[in-house]
């Protein structure tokens, strides 16, 4: 094992209770699905953000606004997709509790 930070216990707020002076981590089913969920697509989103950046430097008919359309849609998928990641820490940082 190791050491917690208090931050994780921070984190997995809404997964604690205190029950017989013993911390109980309980993790619902829907949070699990919906940690996988956010897993999953926000990998998805990501790779598809680099795609499409990545298909500005490689098109060769590309003009200044799909140039910046491409770049900003790629980065705003990037985004959405770090969110995703950062909704999941709650169940990861429970698990570690729990562990």
């Known amino acids: ?8 216990f921070k984190r997995a707020m809404p997964h ?14 829907f949070e699990l699905v919906v940690y996988w ?3 999953v697509f926000g990998s998805l989103i990501a790779f598809f953000g680099w795609l499409l950046m ?18 900003g849609l790629g980065m705003l998928f990037i985004c959405v997709a770090i969110f995703m990641f950062y909704q999941t820490f709650s169940v990861t940082s429970a698990g570690n509790i729990e562990t």
């Open 54 to 71: 990545a298909a500005t430097f490689f098109s060769k008919e590309m003009n200044i606004v799909k140039t910046f359309s491409y770049l």
């Open 1 to 8: 094992m190791g050491e917690l930070n208090f931050i994780n």
């Open 16 to 29: 604690l209770y205190f029950i017989d002076q013993t911390i109980v981590v309980r993790i619902s089913w």
């Open 37 to 39: 969920i956010n897993i």
